[in-house]
């Protein structure tokens, strides 16, 4: 079960800091190429890729129903993580610990917008 990091009672402060160690983290591991088409960091999604979003609606763009004249770039870094983890979404599974991005509770929010 994922639980949000503010279940654990922790403090702001520590909240704050977890939530910069992973955005270095995550900026420092951005030289990967995109798990599903295989673009480099900086280089434009393959069409069809799943992981490209919409350049408009900032959906998946393989299903969004846009046309995508302008690209989504690939920047080594999984869409939504940078987000989550500046609005300080951040989560585990409930026995390890391991802080990552809230990308579910990211999606939740951009839809109540």
């Not at 030289?31 to 434009?44: A, F, L, S, Y």
């Not at 969004?64 to 870094?77: A, F, L, Q, V």
Request: charged share 25%; hydrophobic share 35%.
């Amino acid at each position: 079960m994922w639980i949000s990091i503010y279940k654990f009672g922790i403090p702001a402060d520590q909240i704050d800091e977890i939530a910069e160690r992973l955005i270095a983290k995550e900026k420092a591991d951005a030289t990967q190429t995109c798990p599903d088409c295989g673009v480099k960091p900086g280089k434009n999604h393959i069409d069809g890729c799943d992981v490209a979003r919409c350049t408009t609606c900032g959906g998946q763009a393989i299903s969004c129903g846009h046309t995508h004249e302008n690209k989504d770039e690939w920047t080594g870094i999984w869409p939504g993580t940078l987000e989550a983890l500046e609005q300080r979404l951040i989560c585990c599974w409930d026995y390890d610990r391991n802080w990552r991005a809230d990308l579910n509770e990211l999606a939740i929010r951009s839809v109540m917008k």
